[in-house]
Each structure stands twice: as structure tokens, then as C-alpha cells.
Antibody, heavy 119, light 111 residues
Framework: EVQLVESGGGLVQPGGSLRLSCAAS????????MHWVRQAPGKGLVWVSR????????NYADSVKGRFTISRDNAKNTLYLQMNSLRAEDTAVYYC????????????WGQGTLVTVSS | QSALTQPASVSGSPGQSITISCTGT?????????VSWYQQHPGKAPKLMIY???NRPAGVSNRFSGSKSGNTASLTISGLQAEDEADYYC???????????FGGGTKLTVL
């Protein structure tokens, strides 16, 4: 059974940092691209970042470029999102999602972890 | 890039059929057969319901179907049931560095 379990969310002050983790199991993690997608309270889904299967290629939404860094450890079956210079508008539930590369379909999602940026 | 356009809300009675639209451009919905639909119940993670415009993953009810015409994709739910009440999001491959764009979401109310 495919499982994705996020952790690392919490309350952080503006300008602060957090590192999210996503532990994967039930599939060959190293064969899949992975995405982070976020959802602000009461709002829709927004793509945040992508990493290819071996970690050599990454992309970011303009809103987080230069502040967030996606990475992965295929030996540990874990995806990461390092978030720096956090702003109030980064407040959201952050989901990791497995990606079917050919069609950019998010076929499995984690349960999400809430990040709240507030003083 | 702008989000795909979905109606904010739709509603229907049990047993009826409803359709949710998802309008994009020739750079996303209209240009590729890579539209997906996700169901999200309150406080839960999204769940894939339709991929590649009209394909259902294993375990998804055949009451859910997808289609596309031009720059607009559609999700149809037939024989509405109470448990179908949820938010629905479309997404599409897009020819940009982001590769994916989501719709704004549609709240389905089963009356």
C-alpha cells in the first residue's frame, strides 16, 4: 500500500524557517517524481515545487522561488521541503504527492501538515 | 500562470447527475489530454478520481466520468450520493516550467 506521511509543520514567526518531511512507503520511491502542493485555509490547491526521481532537477512556483528548497533522500525514502524567510501568505496545509511523470497526475497524496506563519 | 476556471459551487439531489466544468487555454487543457480530477472531503487529503481526461483509477466508482471539448474539461457524477458532497479540483499539464496547474475548486452540495 502506497503511503506518504508528512511531518514538520507548526507555528513559526515571519522570517523564520521550517523543514517539512514526507516519508514514503509501499512503492519504489526512487522511481518517481514528487511534488509539494499547498492549500491555504479555505482556499484551493496550489503547486509549490517538484523534484525528479534522482533529485537532479527541481522547479518552484514563483511565489516561493529563492526561499524554498526541495530535496530528497532516496536511501531514506524521504522527501523534504526547506522553507526559509517565511511569510504570512505561506500559511497553509502542505501536501506531498507522488507524480505520474508522463501526465503529471498526482496519484497519491499524504495527509498534509499545517504550517502557520504568525507573530 | 492563472488557475483553471471552475464554478465555485454546484448542487444536486440524490440520484441526479451533475457536471463540473474546468476551463483553461490551448496551453493546458486544450493542448493535452492530461486533465485530472480530485475529490477532497473537509479536513482530508485530495483523492484522484479521474486522470488523462477520462480514465478512472482502480476503486473509483463508475458513477464518475470525465470528458473534454476544446479548452474545457468536465467531470460528471451520476446517481449522486450523499458521500459525493465534497470539493472537486481539476488539474492539467501545462506547457511551462511548472508543468501543472490546478483549478480553483468547486464545492458540490448534495441537497
Amino acid at each position: 500500500e502506497v503511503q506518504l506521511v508528512e511531518s514538520g509543520g507548526g507555528l513559526v514567526q515571519p522570517g523564520g524557517s521550517l523543514r517539512l518531511s514526507c516519508a514514503a512507503s509501499g512503492f519504489t520511491f526512487s522511481s518517481y517524481w514528487m511534488h509539494w502542493v499547498r492549500q491555504a485555509p479555505g482556499k484551493g490547491l496550489v503547486w509549490v515545487s517538484r523534484i525528479n526521481s534522482d533529485g537532479s532537477s527541481t522547479n518552484y512556483a514563483d511565489s516561493v522561488k529563492g526561499r524554498f528548497t526541495i530535496s530528497r533522500d532516496n536511501a531514506k525514502n524521504t522527501l523534504y521541503l526547506q522553507m526559509n524567510s517565511l511569510r504570512a501568505e505561506d500559511t497553509a496545509v502542505y501536501y506531498c504527492a507522488r507524480v505520474e511523470m508522463a501526465t503529471i497526475t498526482h496519484d497519491y497524496w499524504g495527509q498534509g501538515t499545517l504550517v502557520t506563519v504568525s507573530s | 500562470q492563472s488557475a483553471l476556471t471552475q464554478p465555485a459551487s454546484v448542487s444536486g439531489s440524490p440520484g441526479q447527475s451533475i457536471t463540473i466544468s474546468c476551463t483553461g487555454t490551448s496551453s493546458d487543457v486544450g493542448g493535452y489530454n492530461y486533465v485530472s480530477w480530485y475529490q477532497q472531503h473537509p479536513g482530508k487529503a485530495p483523492k484522484l478520481m479521474i486522470y488523462d481526461v477520462s480514465n478512472r483509477p482502480a476503486g473509483v466508482s463508475n458513477r464518475f466520468s470525465g470528458s473534454k471539448s476544446g479548452n474545457t474539461a468536465s467531470l460528471t457524477i451520476s446517481g449522486l450520493q450523499a458521500e459525493d458532497e465534497a470539493d472537486y479540483y481539476c488539474s492539467s499539464y501545462i506547457s511551462s516550467s511548472t508543468l501543472v496547474v490546478f483549478g480553483g475548486g468547486t464545492k458540490l452540495t448534495v441537497l
